[in-house]
C-alpha cells in the first residue's frame, strides 16, 4: 500500500458552531474530515441520512448535528425527536454495519439539574425539556445500536459562528441601557473549538491509535461553573474594554425570565472521566471566551 493512504472522518453539521471549528480544526496526518451538510446529510430523513454512512468508506463518523432551539423544541416535538434521536439511531445502526465507530455529542440538558454538585456521567437522567428529551433519545439509541461509541456530553456552547449566548449578549449590551440575566441556573460554558480540539484527539486515538477500550459517556464542558448571569457579565465586561460601553447587567431569577422550555437549575458537568480516560483537559471558560472576542473583533 501506498504511504498515502488516510483515514476519511464523516462530520455532520457541517455548518454549526461544532461543525465549523470541526472544520478548521487541526486533523493529524492520516486523518480527513469529510464535512457534510444538511443537504448531502438530513437527519429528519435518518434512512437517507444513513446511506451517506453506507457509500462513503469512512473510518469513523461524528455527529454533531442536532435540532438545538430548545424553545421551539417544546411545539415542535415531532421534527426534534427525529432529527435528535431516530437520526441518530440510523447513523449508529448504519456504523455497526460497517464495522466503525462514531462519536456522539449530547448535551447537559439530560440532566434535570437537581443535584447539588457537579454531574458525572452516570447520574440518572430527566430531561425538563423536549430537547433533553430528544437528545436522550439519541444517546439510548446511540448505546443500543453501535457498541463502539463515545457520546460527550457537552454545554452551553458558543462561538464566533452561528447562534448563541456570546452572541445574542454582544448584540444586546450594545442595543439596550441594562440587561436582566438569570442569575440561579449554574452550568459551564464551552468553546465550539475546544470541543473541536477535544474531538479531534479522540478520534486520533480510535483510529490513528487503533483505541479499543475507551467506548462509553464523557462529559466535556469549559472548566470553571458560573451562572448565565456570570457568564453575561463576564461578556459585556470584555467587551466594554473594546466599545466603552458597559450596560449593567442585573440577575433575575429563573421566574422573572419565563421561557416555554424548563432548563436545569444546575447543569455543572464533572469532565474527570474525559482526562483520566483520554489525558484531555477542558480549558477554563473565561480564556475561551477570550479568544472568541477576539475573533469577533476581528
Ligand atoms: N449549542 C449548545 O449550546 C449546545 C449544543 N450541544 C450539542 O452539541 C452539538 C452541536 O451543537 P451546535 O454546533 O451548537 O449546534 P448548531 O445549532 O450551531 O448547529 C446545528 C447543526 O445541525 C444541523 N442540522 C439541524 N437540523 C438538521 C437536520 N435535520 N439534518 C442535518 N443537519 C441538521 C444544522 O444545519 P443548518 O445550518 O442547515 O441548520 C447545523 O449545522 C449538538 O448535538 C447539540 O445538541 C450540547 C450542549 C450545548
Ligand atoms: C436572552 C436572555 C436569556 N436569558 C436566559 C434564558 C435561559 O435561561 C438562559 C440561556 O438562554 P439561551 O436561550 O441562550 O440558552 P439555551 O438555548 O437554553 O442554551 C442551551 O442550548 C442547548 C442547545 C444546550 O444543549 C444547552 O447546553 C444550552 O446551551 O439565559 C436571560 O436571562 N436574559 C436574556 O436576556
Ligand atoms: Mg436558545
Request: one cysteine or more; hydrophobic letters at 45%; proline letters at 7%.
Amino acid at each position: 500500500m501506498t504511504g498515502e493512504e488516510t483515514a476519511r472522518v464523516l462530520v455532520t453539521g457541517a455548518t454549526g458552531q461544532v461543525g465549523t471549528e470541526l472544520a478548521r480544526a487541526a486533523w493529524p496526518a492520516g486523518l480527513t474530515p469529510v464535512m457534510a451538510g444538511r443537504e448531502t446529510l438530513d437527519l429528519s430523513a435518518p434512512e437517507a441520512a444513513a446511506t451517506v454512512v453506507r457509500d462513503g468508506a469512512f473510518s469513523l463518523v461524528v455527529n454533531p448535528a442536532a435540532y438545538t432551539a430548545v424553545d421551539a423544541a417544546e411545539t415542535d416535538e415531532a421534527l426534534a425527536e427525529r432529527v435528535n434521536g431516530e437520526g441518530p439511531r440510523a447513523l449508529a445502526m448504519a456504523c455497526a454495519t460497517a464495522g466503525i465507530p462514531l462519536i456522539q455529542i449530547s448535551t447537559d440538558y439530560v440532566f434535570d439539574g437537581t443535584k447539588a454538585g457537579p454531574y458525572v456521567e452516570d447520574d440518572p437522567v430527566a430531561p425538563l425539556g423536549a430537547y433533553g428529551r430528544s437528545k436522550l433519545a439519541g444517546e439510548v439509541a446511540v448505546r443500543a445500536e453501535c457498541p463502539r461509541h463515545v457520546i460527550l456530553r457537552t454545554a452551553w456552547v458558543f462561538s464566533a459562528h452561528g447562534k448563541n449566548f456570546v452572541k445574542t449578549m454582544l448584540r444586546l449590551a450594545a442595543e439596550k441601557p441594562e440587561l436582566r440575566v438569570v442569575a440561579d441556573q449554574h452550568g459551564c460554558p464551552t468553546a465550539a473549538h475546544d470541543i473541536a480540539r477535544v474531538v479531534v484527539e479522540i478520534a486520533r486515538q480510535i483510529v490513528l491509535d487503533g483505541r479499543d477500550d475507551a467506548w462509553g459517556t464523557y462529559h466535556m464542558a469549559g472548566a470553571g461553573a458560573t451562572t448565565w448571569h456570570g457568564f453575561a457579565e463576564a461578556i459585556v465586561a470584555a467587551q466594554a474594554a473594546r466599545t466603552g460601553k458597559r450596560p449593567p447587567v442585573h440577575p433575575i431569577t429563573t421566574a422573572e425570565f419565563p421561557t416555554p422550555a424548563q432548563r436545569p437549575a444546575n447543569s455543572v458537568l464533572d469532565c474527570g472521566k474525559l482526562t483520566r480516560t483520554f489525558g484531555l483537559t477542558p480549558r477554563p471558560w473565561p480564556d475561551t471566551l477570550a479568544d472568541v472576542l477576539a475573533e469577533l473583533a476581528g
